[in-house]
DNA sequence: ACCTGAACACCGTTCAAGT
DNA sequence: ACCTGAACACCGTTCAAGT
């Protein structure tokens, strides 16, 4: 191996060193603790070296939702992996969602203000390709599950997939956002409601989704939510 | 009128004042640009001034919102006092919700931030009681509208009505919150949808919810959405 | 070539001094 | 009694100097 290899090496965990510095500070103490300075001194290297990886705050709760979305595809692949109908598939798809949410809450609230112009344009370049990549291959998955549930005729196609994809990410988004005393059975709930508006078969009066919802949940929490960080 | 009176009145002007400044820098130049020292600047007092009225930066963005909270109320008792179905009633209200959010949207995401814990301990405790209070007042029309939508037999009631107007909240605003292209069509759709997995009646298919809401959008542009603030 | 930390600008917040 | 603005602490960001 040459030397720019071992350098590179050095590099990438230096990253995510400082990754891991900032989502402990960010979930122990809040946003806004998450300062340059503090990551930095925990990371015991110099501010300059931290913006020698990120061009400014933004860019490192842009690099965190990233890991997250990641997560968030490797459990949604997970559900689908299972013999499932394809309503359960979507139904995993967005228990998945709801987990992650609960489990990185303040992370899906910071994520929020990268939508403000004035603050994306901060984010480095590479940064932004690398988000929306990210956030469209997990949108994948939704629009490919229901395309398919058009396909095998469970599911009306006079609406696009990609609308009702948004229609579905949006209900489940806001209910996390909200709040809610027992946020999972209600996603559960309305979510099946929603479905049942798009026609989709078989209907909640015919299937007891309930039990695939606790299964599928008590294997995704079993399996596939580590800490996103390694110690340090 | 005593002297008191006149100082409390001049003191509420000045507050308004205020919130006219922050609600301009906020939308004209967002939310990093909206700082304490810039509502003085421009108000010309002095910071100390400022703090006498607002406790901390979030205080303003929390009297903010509370005006625009108002404002969505009237407009809703606004759609709520025609002679319309229990359902276009409850769409209605939804539509409020999409143009506030549309007229508002750099104030609709800084709200969120006021539901971190860290942030919302530092508002002033009458502007927490105000707010929470303006968010049950709204909230209160979307479930007297449901409950009576269950009373006439227009919406089975297997599901309470909190939960309903829970699920319709998060529907509308996980959409404005994401963002779409389309946003009021893609709404009054999937809220349709939505309305239609509760058996809310009539449905879709047999009624031309498409009417009402042009018919209401018009109305409530023409009439109910001024600017919030008064010229300074 | 890489890392450091002093330096600058800016902002939130407080409070002694002035009117 | 009310208002001011200097003062302090803190943070984002840059860059000349050091290794």
Redesign the interface.
């Known amino acids: 191996m040459s030397s720019l290899t071992r350098k590179e090496r050095e590099r990438q965990q230096r990253e995510a060193l400082f990754l891991d510095i900032a989502y402990d500070i960010l979930r122990n103490?809040?946003?806004?603790?998450l300062t340059m300075e503090k990551v930095a001194q925990v990371g015991e290297y110099s501010k300059g070296t931290v913006y020698g990886h990120f061009s400014c705050k933004e860019d490192i709760i842009s690099a965190l939702s990233i890991r997250t979305l990641m997560l968030q595809k490797a459990m949604m692949q997970n559900v689908l992996e299972g013999q499932w109908s394809s309503r359960e598939r979507i139904l995993g798809c967005a228990l998945v969602y709801v987990l992650i949410q609960v489990k990185y809450p303040?992370l899906h609230?910071c994520v929020?203000?990268l939508?403000?112009?004035?603050?994306s344009t901060k984010l480095s370049f590479a940064m932004q390709e690398l988000y929306a990549e990210s956030e469209e291959q997990v949108n994948s998955l939704l629009v490919d599950t229901i395309s398919e549930a058009q396909l095998v005729g469970d599911l009306p196609n006079d609406?696009a997939p990609e609308?009702i994809a948004?229609?579905i990410?949006?209900?489940?988004?806001?209910?996390s956002?909200?709040?809610?005393p027992s946020l999972e059975t209600?996603t559960r709930?309305?979510l099946?409601?929603?479905?049942?508006?798009?026609g989709w078969q078989p209907l909640t009066r015919d299937a007891d989704y309930h039990h695939f919802w606790q299964q599928t949940r008590e294997e995704l929490l079993a399996v596939s939510i580590p800490e996103i960080h390694s110690a340090y």
Chains 1, 2 share one sequence.
């Open positions: 103490e809040g946003i806004k603790a303040r609230y929020l203000s939508n403000d112009p004035q603050i609406t609308e948004y229609a990410r949006a209900m489940v988004f806001g209910m956002l909200i709040g809610h209600a709930s309305h099946n409601t929603l479905l049942d508006g798009f």
